[in-house]
């Protein structure tokens, strides 16, 4: 009897085990943001940066989740924005070609107005440089606008990079840009009370990557962290 007991107590034991292994795995955010306040508590910025992108610290002396999203899962695109950068960068380079053609055009226009001596061909070569001038300023907007579209290209893929690097908590990975895989995200709300007693509610954007490797038959499966939070209105 006492056998059977034993028995029905241990299987007891393993459920009430796998329950809680699941609820901790199902609530991360619980986790994360508990380990987060403690940090604001003691004031430690370095620990606080190993939990956000951003860290901020806020006026916490307690906190409560009062709701959390569902998890969002969608294909990264940390190829397509590597191979936008590349892009933009070579149609960046192809272009300081024209540039500099116009550049030298507009030149040799403005010594040829120089050399005019009568007032027809002075009258020409202004013509010329106008149009030399025109066709230069052209070009060098069209750059202008090729150097904005790259560095727009850039930032978000090196933002990506970063995050995905940040959630996997790996150091620099070489070949991060050609790595295909999932971003998961949901949004946590929180009820923040102050040690003054105001009451604020703020959303915590969290993120996590599961990215696979390929040519290493490895896939990288990342953290929980915090992207950003705000104050919601």
């Not at 508590?41 to 992108?53: C, P």
């Not at 969608?74 to 500099?100: I, Q, R, W, Y």
């Not at 009568?118 to 907007?141: P, S």
Request: net charge neutral.
């Amino acid at each position: 009897m006492r056998r059977k007991g034993l028995i029905v107590f241990g299987a007891v034991a393993v459920l009430f085990i796998l329950f809680t292994l699941q609820s901790c795995k199902s609530t991360p955010e619980k986790g994360l943001l508990g380990a987060y306040f403690h940090a604001i508590s003691l004031k430690d910025t370095t620990t606080m940066s190993t939990m956000a992108i951003e860290p901020t610290s806020i006026d916490v002396d307690s906190w409560k989740i009062v709701s959390v999203s569902e998890e969002k899962i969608e294909a990264t695109n940390l190829v397509e924005l590597g191979k936008a950068e590349l892009e933009f960068k070579k149609k960046l380079e192809e272009h300081v070609g024209p540039v500099m053609d116009a550049e030298d055009a507009l030149y040799g226009a403005q010594e040829e107005q120089k050399a005019a001596r009568t007032g027809g061909a002075k009258a020409a070569a202004k013509k010329k440089v106008d149009e030399m001038q025109a066709k230069f300023d052209q070009e060098r907007e069209v750059h202008k606008q090729l150097q904005r579209d790259y560095n727009e290209a850039k930032a978000a893929a090196q933002k990506e990079k970063d995050t995905a690097i940040f959630s996997l908590g790996a150091g620099e990975v070489a070949n991060i840009m050609d790595l295909a895989g999932t971003g998961h995200t949901k949004d946590v709300d929180v009820k923040v009370t102050g040690h003054d007693g105001q009451v604020t509610t703020y959303r915590f954007n969290l993120r996590r990557y599961e990215l696979k490797d390929e040519a290493a038959n490895l896939t990288r499966r990342g953290r929980w962290i915090i992207v950003k939070f705000e104050p919601v209105a």
